[in-house]
């Protein structure tokens, strides 16, 4: 038998359907793989014992009649997002030992769904980080290369993907956490519109930023992992309804920001972007040139909105109501105490950052600049996007780094982030497809292409990415 583990999931949707092979069998070679390659990647903070009972669960109900596409797929969920009565950590030590006591809204969904869940993916410390490397429990290795990382946040989920440990995964995307690892690992990744997605149940990181989306093989198998996630929930009062999404953008027209390259994209990478836009002229799409003079400030209006929202969305991490809890003398020393322990170097530098940047000296400097230079840039993507159907991007400027190569400097790890935080300020959904790769060091290194549509048009998006692939 072909290894079930390496199809995509319409290809094994397709399979269950026609009952060909059986959710048991899919989840048990899954986990095979996971057996075999989850050593030397460490994808995954955990692999759930009752893997098989659920895929054994999904195969009675399509017994009984059931025939959702994602009955009995198996998959993979970052360690931030809550399965009621299981472990979740956001890879971070203050959160050791939690359990969470509800589902999230997209594992409601999930589970309506009957998608069997593998277990949870590795990501760096709170979603902090463009690598992978900040979790408290190790890196995640690039599977094209394992001397380099996944990128990040949800490295976990990206590597798991791309080595066939898992189907599809989900991960979250609060500056390019989705669509960073997708283009390192050489997958699909999907930011949604800010709001089709609930936040219900998600360890939040930026509260305005945040978005969960799907990391998969095609962009069709991404086309339904977002179906089956998306849609207004109560529960998150930012989320959007069904009348919100358009059919797709027709016009063929992609907008080049040519400008916004010249701050240093590696040459090999410009040359695959190069090579992808000719070959959507050959499908019949028009390139034009477009501007956005305030997405050359997007970096720097990112790392003073997003801290600011970091550093109060931990607060709540005090040692009294969630996981890790140290004693001190006083209350005041067991929440230093705690903090101090419980959170990763990165975690501690946002905290400083956030609530330095909207300390009532401060604000108007910082914070108050940011959120205005964010409206701007808001109203310039809004304005370009009327005249064309999507704004076309490298996902980030470089292959992966080698492991360890920006741990040391902060700076440079956010400079990753230049192309894909542009869609978390203005709420735009985006996605990275794989367009190709490059040679280092003698190994094949995927990059991504990304491109960013008007709010609720995810449908312009999964159509580009098709032609590209
Ligand atoms: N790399 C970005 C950061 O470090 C984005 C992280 C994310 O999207 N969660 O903040």
Redesign the pocket.
Request: hydrophobic share 25%.
């Given at each position: 038998m072909t290894d079930l583990a390496q199809l995509s999931i319409t290809e094994a949707s397709q399979k269950l359907a026609a009952k060909e092979i059986s959710a048991v069998e899919l989840a048990h070679s899954c986990i095979a793989a996971i057996e075999k390659k989850d050593p030397s990647l460490h994808a995954y903070l955990e692999v759930f014992a009752d893997v098989a009972e659920q895929a054994e669960a999904a195969d009675r109900r399509r017994a009984g009649g059931e025939n959702h596409p994602l009955l009995g797929i198996p998959l993979g969920l970052k360690d931030n997002i809550l399965i009621e009565g299981r472990r979740a950590g956001a890879a971070s030590k203050i959160l050791e030992g939690y359990v969470a006591t509800y589902d999230s809204t997209i594992v409601k969904k999930l589970k309506e769904t009957g998608a069997v869940f593998l277990g949870r993916t590795n990501m760096?410390e709170f979603?902090?980080?463009?690598s992978t490397e900040n979790s408290a429990y190790g890196p995640t290795k690039n599977p094209h290369d394992t001397s380099r990382v996944p990128g990040?946040?949800?490295g976990g989920s990206a590597a798991a993907v791309a080595a066939h440990m898992t189907l599809g995964a989900f991960g979250?995307?609060?500056?390019?956490?989705?669509r960073?690892p997708a283009s390192f690992c050489g997958i699909v990744g999907l930011k949604p519109t800010y709001g089709a997605v609930s936040r219900s149940g998600l360890i939040a990181?930026?509260s305005s930023?945040?978005q969960a989306g799907p990391l998969a093989k095609t962009v069709a198998d991404a086309e339904l992992l977002f179906g089956a996630i998306r849609g207004e929930d109560p529960l998150d009062s930012t989320s959007v309804g069904k009348t919100f999404y358009h059919a797709h953008a027709t016009s063929k027209k992609i907008g080049v920001p040519w400008e916004l390259f010249k701050t240093g994209v590696d040459k090999d990478v410009m040359e695959n972007f190069s090579a992808v836009l000719k070959k959507l002229e050959a499908e019949g799409y028009e390139t034009v040139d477009i501007e956005l003079p305030s997405a050359g400030l997007a970096l720097a209006v990112?790392?003073i909105v997003?801290p600011a929202e970091v550093s109060s969305n931990l607060a709540r991490f005090d040692g009294v109501r969630y996981g890790l809890s140290q004693k001190g003398a006083t209350q005041w020393e067991d929440y230093a105490k705690t903090r101090g322990e419980g959170f990763g170097a990165?975690a501690r530098r946002?905290i400083i950052l956030g609530t330095y940047v909207l300390s009532s000296g401060y604000y108007d400097s910082y914070y108050g600049k940011a959120t205005a230079a964010r409206a701007q840039l808001t109203r310039e993507v809004a304005e370009v996007l009327k005249g064309v159907d999507a704004i076309v991007m490298p996902t980030t400027p470089t292959p992966a780094s080698r492991l360890g190569e920006k741990t040391a400097d902060p700076i440079s790890?956010?400079l990753?982030?230049i192309f894909?935080?542009t869609a978390?300020l203005t709420g735009n959904p985006a996605i990275s497809v794989p367009m190709g790769t490059v040679v280092r060091e003698g190994k094949d290194l995927p990059v991504g292409i990304q491109f960013i549509s008007a709010h609720g048009d995810e449908n312009t998006l999964f159509a580009i990415g098709k032609a590209v692939e």
């Open positions: 760096d979603a902090h980080g463009s990040g946040s949800s979250t995307d609060t500056g390019g956490s989705i960073e990181m930026g930023l945040d990112y790392y997003m990165e946002r790890m956010y990753l982030d894909t935080v978390n």
